[in-house]
Structures are given as structure tokens and as C-alpha cells.
């Protein structure tokens, strides 16, 4: 049985798996998509992704894309070490953190991070940048008030809940977002870890 994962280092949503492949301590085959060569468009990736999108997870002719599914898969595939609580209203919790995730925090990063890595100023849309900004912010407030007396989202241990928020909190200071106190602390937290070390991305 071969995990193949078809990523590319500097995307955010690929990391959130390369970090549970690291935690979990899973041995992979990387592939990398060159996506500054349009590779994610091609036919051949297509066929595996009919989004064009990174991450795919492939393994003997089985293919799983969207992040947070993969990470359910591994957890399922790999329980030992465990990135969810086994109580099932904690693991409930879990899978509410995640949603609100990419609900509330990385459509709206999305908005901010790629134009102020990718494109030059000129392009950047100010306005959309800003609104996206402000939802942000509003839902770091909420975090915070949840984060004040706890060490991680859910159950006081690291689970896929904070594997999702990962990559997207280390680009705060990029989208020029200063984090409230508790989600401050928690953060660093996060990136000291050994897996966010060693999946950081260059830029
Ligand atoms: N909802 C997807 C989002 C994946 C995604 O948007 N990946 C980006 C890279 S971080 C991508 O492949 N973008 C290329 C495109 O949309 O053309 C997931 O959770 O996997």
C-alpha cells in the first residue's frame, strides 16, 4: 500500500496534510505539482482532480482530494498516534472547529494571501482585501474568548482542528492581522511544533 500525495510546498491547504502525515509519522511518496507551470491544469492531473486543485491524495488507484477529507481518511487509516479525541462529542467538536475553519478564517485568508504573495500591488483588489480583513478579525475574537482557558480548540491535546488552522494563522503578520492574546499564545504553540517546522513554507 503507497500513499501518494500531490502537493506543492507553498500551499497551505497541502500543508495541513503534510503535517498530519508527519505527526501520525506516515510514510508517503511527495509528488510535487508544478503549479507556476500550469501542471495543476493539465489533462493528467485533471484526470486525478477535475479542480485542478492541490492537495490529492492517491493510494493504489484510490483518490481523495479536499484537505479535510484526506485528514479524516489518515486518521482513519492511522489511528495511532491520535489527532481526535475518541469521545464522540469531542470528536464532534473537532469536526465543528475544522468547518468553521474553512468557513470563517481560510475562504477569507484566500482573499488576502494570494494576491499579496503572488501578484504585484497593482492588482490587488483593496477593498475585497479589507472585508476579508474584518471577517477575520471577528472570528479571531471569537477564538480568543474560546482559547483563554485552553491550550489547544478541543479536549487540551493537538487534533486535526488545529492541523487545519495552521497554515493559514503563520501568514497573520502577511495579511497584517495582529491576533488577540489567547490565539497569540496559541499560535505560537502551533508553529513551534516539529511538523509546522518542517513543512514551513519559503515565502
Ligand atoms: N478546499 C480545498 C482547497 C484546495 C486549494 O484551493 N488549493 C490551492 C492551493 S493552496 C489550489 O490548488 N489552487 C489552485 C487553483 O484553485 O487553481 C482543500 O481543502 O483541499
Redesign the pocket.
Known sequence: MTLKLHY?PL????RRVRVALIEKRIPYEPVVVD?AARK??EPAYLALNP?????TLEEDGFVL????AILNYLEAIHPAPPLVPGDPRQRALVDMHMKLC?LQMTRQA?TIIFPRRFLPKERWDQAAISAAAAEIEKHLNILDRHLNDRTYLVAETFTLADICYLPFVEFLPLMEIKPPPAVAAWIERLLSRPSARETRAEK
Do not use: K
Not at 11 to 14: D, G
Not at 65 to 68: K, N, R, V
Open positions: 506543492h500551499s497551505t491547504y497541502s503549479m495543476h491544469r479542480y485542478g486543485r492541490v492537495p482530494y479536499e484537505s479535510t474553512d484566500g
